[in-house]
């Protein structure tokens, strides 16, 4: 049984780039969360797609964008790279059937570093 | 709005030894869930166990056990038997019943000396 994978591993973008992460859900998941982990930190929610659409959002600016597609899976695009959007990327599948006692399985993370 | 605090930035435990993790939260909401995630430098965050704020019996998963104290907003999690392996960085986590979303702790970095 395939767990939460995410691509790449690793990545280097530059100040005002654009870029784009991808998460495979845990197979029989039908709900994406996407989280930041800065350095030396907890994780913060971005967002959260269900049905391909986004279901909650936390405090994160409009640079954050998703997209959930019909399989699942989904991406994470940030636009106009910050120096403090440097960080570890974790993307999280659930099913929200069983909200009640879902649990969020986490993928691997993607490294952003941003020169 | 929920919030999280893990006060212990790092603690440290002999091997086969007993450890205490503390986490305090603050939420509005009367129904959620609580949560302990551990990190070890591979990244890949991996539940430890979860409670019901609901449920008065405290949870328990093989060597992991937590006191949870509701009243108190306060979520510790006992480590018994400690092995090399469980050296990681943990993570409290509270979430509510009406969204999925989670928030975390500052974490408390675990180290297990042989």
């Known amino acids: 049984d395939a767990g939460v994978t995410q691509s790449p591993t690793h990545l280097i973008k530059t100040r005002g780039q654009q870029v784009t992460l991808r998460c495979s859900p845990k197979?029989?998941?039908?709900?994406v969360s996407w989280y930041q982990q800065a350095l030396g930190q907890g994780p913060q929610f971005i967002f959260q797609y269900y049905e391909e659409e986004e279901r909650q959002r936390g405090n994160f600016p409009d640079r954050f964008s998703g997209h959930q597609f019909p399989n699942y899976s989904s991406e994470l695009n940030v636009n106009a790279l910050l120096l403090g959007d440097s960080a570890l990327y974790l993307c999280?599948?659930?099913?929200?059937?069983?909200?009640?006692?879902?649990?969020?399985?986490f993928g691997p993370g993607t490294r952003l570093t941003v020169l | 709005a929920q919030t999280v605090t893990q006060s212990q930035p790092e603690m440290s435990v002999q091997e086969a030894e007993t450890v205490t993790l503390s986490c305090t939260y603050d939420t509005s909401e009367s129904d959620y869930y609580l949560f302990w995630y551990k990190q070890p430098p591979s990244r890949q965050m991996i539940l430890v166990i979860r409670q019901e704020a609901y449920k008065q019996q405290n949870a328990t998963e093989n060597r992991f056990s937590v006191n949870f104290q509701k009243a108190a907003k306060s979520f510790s999690l006992k480590i018994s038997d400690s092995q090399l392996g469980d050296a990681a960085m943990y993570f409290c986590?509270?979430?509510?019943?009406?969204?999925?979303?989670?928030?975390f702790g500052g974490g408390t970095r675990l180290m297990v000396k042989p």
């Open positions: 197979s029989g998941h039908d709900t």
């Open positions: 999280a599948s659930s099913y929200l059937a069983e909200r009640s006692t879902d649990t969020q399985y």
């Open positions: 986590a509270v979430r509510n019943n009406a969204g999925n979303m989670l928030t």
